[in-house]
């Protein structure tokens, strides 16, 4: 379709376009683990391999929920926390750094039935973000949480705490490093409770070290559709490297980096620059173009083009009520799958992949 790694192209999947065939998905899923510059050339195999393997096991975690009769809302969840988990993807362990050396995660979930929402911003120490907004959502009369007001609601909830190095990753250090040194900031210590610097630098190929000339997004998000034709959508990430003055992207924003509204008949979950993404209100435009009469296929392109007129890349992955989900992007890939009654799972990273 197009030239590989081509910036700014947009690619768009119908990963479900077979179901369309066949007859329509009881219940589907969609996932993704950010997009960015993500090219053939900078992924070593057994990169391609680890991170296939932890979208599929995503999938299969999202998926075991919906075949069993389970909600939109806890599949999401359920796909999001895996992600969350996995040192991969950058959302809880694994999570970036701001530039003093901490990891602040940021997470929304909503629920298109109702269009109940929840939002965390800047938490420190809850395992699972995206279950404090989950919380958030169902047990307070709010919608956004933030610091350390969030985490002590969190923790009243009983969610699970953990220790600040547990979010700890060599890889998202490195980056760090790399990102304060290129603008001449100073470097933070070393957070309490990090394991000591590997005597031997990370190989190349090791799957836990960086793509080369890795610049992505790496949120996480899902979007899904029940048997009882319910839409969810959520979102988690540790926003940007060296990030600074309590900065928080689109994310946890309702209507920009996650929306979902049954009467509109859409679930978005979006990646990538994330000031861009607030201000094209992404996620909420794309709902109100499928409200209309788009398909998420060519309301994900409009608004991911609208962002990216802006300045901002990124993508995102929509689910409509019929089941098929539509992913765009305007960055060379963007690492997603998704899995429906109809039709068996699927993932891809590279953007001409479908
Ligand atoms: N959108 C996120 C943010 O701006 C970053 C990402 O997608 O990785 O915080």
């Not at 329509?24 to 899923?29: I, K, V």
């Not at 970036?96 to 965390?120: P, Q, S």
């Not at 031997?200 to 793509?211: F, G, K, L, R, W």
Request: proline content about 6%; charged content about 15%.
């Amino acid at each position: 379709m197009t030239r590989i790694g081509l910036i700014g192209l947009v690619g768009l999947f119908f990963l479900g376009s077979a179901a369309q065939a066949q007859e329509a998905p009881r219940w589907s899923l969609a996932i993704h683990g950010g997009a960015g510059v993500i090219e053939r050339a900078n992924l070593s195999p057994e990169q391609d391999v680890a991170y296939r393997a932890a979208l599929q096991q995503a999938l299969d975690a999202g998926s075991a929920v919906l075949a069993q009769g389970g909600s939109a809302l806890d599949a999401v969840q359920a796909a999001v926390q895996v992600m969350e988990d996995d040192p991969l993807f950058n959302a809880g362990r694994g999570a970036v750094f701001t530039a003093a050396g901490r990891n602040e995660l940021d997470a929304a979930i909503m629920d298109g039935t109702n269009r109940a929402a929840g939002a965390v911003a800047g938490l420190t120490t809850i395992r699972h973000p995206v279950a404090a907004a989950r919380a958030v959502m169902e047990k307070s009369p709010h919608v956004f949480l933030i610091g350390p007001g969030a985490e002590a609601f969190a923790a009243q909830q009983g969610l699970e705490q953990v220790d600040p190095a547990f979010f700890f990753t060599e890889r998202r250090w490195r980056g760090l490093v790399d990102a304060l040194t290129a603008k001449g900031l100073p470097i933070p210590e070393r957070p309490q409770g990090a394991p000591p610097p590997p005597a031997v630098p990370m190989a190349a190929n090791d799957p836990s070290a960086p793509p080369l000339n890795e610049r992505k997004f790496g949120t996480v998000g899902a979007v899904a559709l029940d048997s009882q034709g319910r839409l969810a959508a959520a979102t988690s990430t540790g926003g940007t490297t060296a990030k600074q003055w309590g900065r928080v992207g689109d994310v946890p924003v309702i209507g920009a980096g996650t929306y979902a509204s049954n009467a509109d008949g859409c679930a978005v979950s979006a990646t990538g620059d994330g000031e861009f993404y607030i201000r094209a209100t992404v996620a909420r435009d794309i709902c109100a173009r499928i409200a209309s009469g788009a398909t998420g296929r060519t309301a994900g392109q409009a608004e991911v083009e609208d962002a990216k007129s802006l300045g901002g890349l990124g993508g995102v992955i929509v689910m409509t009520t019929d089941g098929v989900p539509a992913f765009a992007m305007t960055t060379s890939g963007m690492y997603r799958g998704a899995v429906s009654s109809a039709v068996p799972s699927h993932v891809a990273i590279y953007a001409d992949e479908d």
